[in-house]
């Protein structure tokens, strides 16, 4: 039997990111080919395993219970659509060096145990607890998965040690400390496995930022007076499907005067003639995700609406010279401007306009960069780590505003941009 079918058996080998940095980082085509290797799928379903099995054991803790989707991806190679996003209708328990359970919705028990071949038939389990609540307690579903989740891990060996839990209904808790389980922070544990890609994620994540590239060439096409704000959004959903996207999360389209503040959304507004406008397209490729601003004008730009740009371009430029392996979170953060110098009262009133956050299976992951968390508590910049750096300065004129956004792999000597679509200087769509 293979190792891929045997998710209990990992090696230190699973542990190899397998890097590549030689010449460019590759944007691969989607489909599977016989004369090029593209992503290796068993590697990377063994190398997420065996990271989070590292990190438990560097952990307090025993055992893993996931309900966060990202999660349960991460540890079982496990999705049945987006749908379940935000239901809490599946979980997932990782102890000591076992296979993982996995609890499905229904019949997709069924269909992983019948397709999911790199996890144990009697793993692959159906369950259900509250659905945020509309299962209500009462019904007894909860106390009767806690029960069986805490006799597990007493199977296991595990019962004196801590259970981490990422995260969870309220009467969930209550029910799995009635089964007498130490209930610690499990997302931490996670979120430590997650922050190092391999090389599989690294290729996923550069051919779901070349979906985008491709996107934000067709809305600079089409920006022009006539069009709206959802216009764009729809036409960009369409398209980042039939690319093959599996989510297309959000797009935050913004111009004119709701540039300044930023709204962080997309109304019906017309586009008119001398706007700035930014978009942000949050989608992903087999689970991997973007999050990439652009900013344009239409058919002409001010001064102010210029140097707003070129301010925002200099500091974003500032933050990826900071990023190589070894450097600090507060040292790139504070090569961003003070909230109080581009109008804002404070730092938390400004929080996400100068940001960097990680990428990966979800859109917030490690490292977060921002000066109201890193300057007090900074992180270790490390090889492998895939994070968006993004900017934001409003412009003069009181209501234009630019914001940028560059999507980075840090490398063993430095950082490669895999965003690509150009922004250099201020781009004018349709220019008059």
Same mark, same amino acid.
């Given at each position: 039997? %293979?190792?891929?079918?045997?998710?209990?058996?990992?090696?230190?080998?699973?542990?190899?990111?397998?890097?590549?940095? +030689?010449?460019?980082? !590759?944007?691969?085509?989607?489909?599977?080919?016989?004369?090029?290797?593209?992503?290796?799928?068993?590697?990377?379903?063994?190398?997420?395993?065996?990271?989070?099995?590292?990190?438990?054991?560097?952990?307090?803790?025993? #055992?893993?219970?996931? $309900?966060?989707?990202?999660?349960?991806?991460?540890?079982?190679?496990?999705?049945?659509? +987006?749908?379940?996003?935000?239901?809490?209708?599946r979980f997932c328990?990782?102890?000591?060096?076992?296979?993982?359970?996995?609890?499905?919705?229904?019949?997709?028990?069924?269909?992983?145990?019948?397709?999911?071949?790199?996890?144990?038939?009697?793993?692959?389990?159906?369950?259900?607890?509250?659905?945020?609540? #509309?299962?209500?307690?009462? $019904?007894?579903?909860?106390?009767?998965?806690?029960?069986?989740?805490?006799?597990?891990?007493?199977?296991?060996?595990?019962?004196?040690?801590?259970?981490?839990?990422?995260?969870?209904?309220?009467?969930? $808790?209550?029910?799995?400390?009635?089964?007498?389980?130490?209930?610690?922070?499990?997302?931490?544990?996670?979120?430590?496995?997650? +922050?190092?890609?391999?090389?599989?994620?690294?290729?996923?994540?550069?051919?779901?930022?070349?979906?985008?590239?491709?996107?934000y060439h067709m809305?600079? +096409?089409?920006?022009?007076?006539?069009?709206?704000?959802?216009?764009?959004?729809?036409? %960009?959903?369409?398209?980042?499907?039939?690319?093959? %996207?599996?989510?297309?999360?959000?797009?935050?389209?913004? %111009?004119?005067?709701?540039?300044? !503040?930023?709204?962080?959304?997309?109304?019906?507004?017309?586009?008119? !003639?001398?706007?700035?406008?930014?978009?942000?397209?949050?989608?992903?490729?087999?689970?991997?995700?973007?999050?990439?601003?652009?900013?344009?004008?239409?058919?002409?730009? #001010?001064?102010?609406?210029?140097?707003?740009?070129?301010?925002?371009?200099?500091?974003?430029?500032?933050?990826?010279?900071?990023?190589?392996?070894?450097?600090?979170?507060?040292?790139?953060?504070?090569?961003?401007?003070?909230?109080?110098?581009?109008?804002?009262?404070?730092?938390?009133?400004? $929080?996400?306009?100068?940001?960097?956050?990680?990428?990966?299976?979800?859109?917030?992951?490690?490292?977060?960069?921002?000066?109201?968390?890193?300057?007090?508590?900074?992180?270790?910049?490390? #090889?492998?780590?895939?994070?968006?750096?993004e900017t934001y300065?409003?412009?003069?004129?009181?209501?234009?505003?630019?914001?940028?956004?560059?999507?980075?792999?840090?490398?063993?000597?430095?950082?490669?941009?895999?965003?690509?679509?150009?922004?250099?200087?201020?781009?004018?769509?349709?220019?008059?």
């Amino acid at each position: 039997m %293979s190792r891929a079918l045997m998710p209990n058996l990992l090696t230190p080998q699973d542990l190899e990111p397998n890097w590549r940095w +030689e010449g460019r980082l !590759p944007a691969w085509g989607h489909t599977s080919v016989d004369f090029e290797r593209r992503i290796d799928h068993d590697r990377l379903r063994r190398y997420r395993l065996a990271r989070t099995r590292q990190a438990l054991q560097a952990s307090e803790a025993g #055992t893993l219970l996931l $309900f966060d989707v990202n999660n349960i991806r991460y540890v079982s190679a496990t999705k049945i659509g +987006e749908w379940e996003r935000d239901k809490m209708c599946r979980f997932c328990l990782l102890t000591g060096d076992d296979a993982p359970y996995v609890w499905d919705f229904g019949s997709a028990a069924m269909h992983h145990k019948k397709f999911s071949d790199w996890l144990v038939p009697d793993h692959c389990r159906a369950g259900v607890v509250g659905m945020r609540g #509309t299962i209500p307690p009462e $019904f007894g579903l909860m106390r009767k998965y806690a029960r069986e989740i805490a006799g597990l891990i007493r199977d296991a060996g595990m019962g004196d040690m801590p259970v981490g839990l990422d995260y969870a209904e309220t009467s969930m $808790f209550h029910a799995l400390k009635e089964e007498g389980l130490n209930v610690v922070d499990g997302q931490q544990i996670m979120l430590a496995a997650r +922050e190092i890609k391999n090389w599989d994620e690294i290729q996923l994540l550069t051919q779901a930022a070349s979906m985008v590239d491709g996107v934000y060439h067709m809305i600079y +096409e089409e920006l022009k007076p006539g069009v709206r704000e959802n216009d764009i959004v729809a036409l %960009s959903n369409k398209m980042l499907y039939e690319m093959g %996207s599996d989510d297309v999360e959000a797009i935050n389209a913004i %111009s004119g005067e709701r540039c300044n !503040p930023h709204p962080h959304n997309f109304t019906d507004r017309y586009f008119r !003639p001398g706007d700035q406008a930014f978009f942000d397209i949050l989608q992903s490729y087999q689970g991997y995700r973007t999050c990439y601003y652009r900013t344009f004008n239409i058919g002409r730009a #001010t001064p102010a609406q210029h140097d707003a740009y070129v301010k925002a371009r200099e500091w974003i430029d500032a933050s990826i010279e900071m990023i190589r392996p070894g450097v600090t979170t507060d040292k790139v953060a504070a090569v961003w401007p003070k909230a109080e110098e581009f109008g804002f009262p404070d730092e938390d009133s400004a $929080f996400g306009l100068q940001f960097g956050h990680g990428l990966g299976l979800a859109l917030h992951e490690r490292p977060i960069i921002s000066r109201a968390v890193s300057l007090d508590h900074p992180m270790e910049i490390q #090889t492998g780590m895939v994070f968006a750096l993004e900017t934001y300065c409003p412009a003069a004129d009181g209501y234009s505003a630019a914001r940028i956004e560059e999507e980075v792999v840090v490398t063993e000597t430095g950082v490669e941009v895999i965003s690509l679509f150009p922004a250099e200087d201020l781009p004018i769509a349709n220019r008059y």
